[in-house]
């Protein structure tokens, strides 16, 4: 949970509060349900715990909620942007201006598409400008922004839109990343390994299994990215 700037400045006039405040990076986890109501992201903040980065890095969003199936480790930080159902067009502009202004994030990761693809029946060429609108605004609020986009999971129909998207995310990649902002993927596709074993019976969220591989997809990039600002 982000510190107001009144509470921080006060903590840090304490010797001993200045040695518990360490956080070096704000850190938003954005995107829909198979952000918000699924296992991955207490998984990856084991991954943090373990990199020995837990007091380094911020969590922050206007959700916290975390399902009661999900593991809760020791220290972990709920907040995210997770909004089950959205799409990554009605997100880029409606929402993520204000989103990004409120927590100035310096590290942000994102996997949007499918609801734009299942519900919207969008193009890929509609959800990659998306993207760009999104990433304009992440690096408004803050130029120096580090972000991770990820290929989604494919659902257990093939749906060849997704693949078309995944497909089409490493040159928009290529096109956007610059020294001061960096852009990479975490690739959780089907190509990377993702199978319909590791989908829930809806065939579109991941299951146990799913949430490990995408836990093991993303956290080693936000890893590097937490130690980058450090």
Sequence with gaps: MKLPAFALFVSLTSSTAAQAVKVTGYLVLLGDSITEIT?????VWEQITSAGLADSVDFVGSMNDLQSQCARPSGFDPDHEGHSGWQAYDIARNNIAGWVQ???PDIVQFMLGTNDV???KRDVDSIIDSYTIMLDAMRAANPQVKVIVDKLIPTSWSDPTIEALNNAIPGWVQQQTTAES???IADCSRAAGFTNSM???DG???NDQGDQFLAGQIGPKL???IKDAQ
Aim: with cysteine; hydrophobic share 40%.
């Design 39 to 43: 296992c991955w992201r207490p998984l």
């Design 102 to 104: 409120n927590t100035t």
């Design 118 to 120: 299942n519900i919207g």
């Design 182 to 184: 960096p852009v990479v």
């Design 199 to 201: 989908l829930r019976d």
């Design 204 to 206: 579109v969220h991941p």
């Design 223 to 225: 890893i590097q990215f």
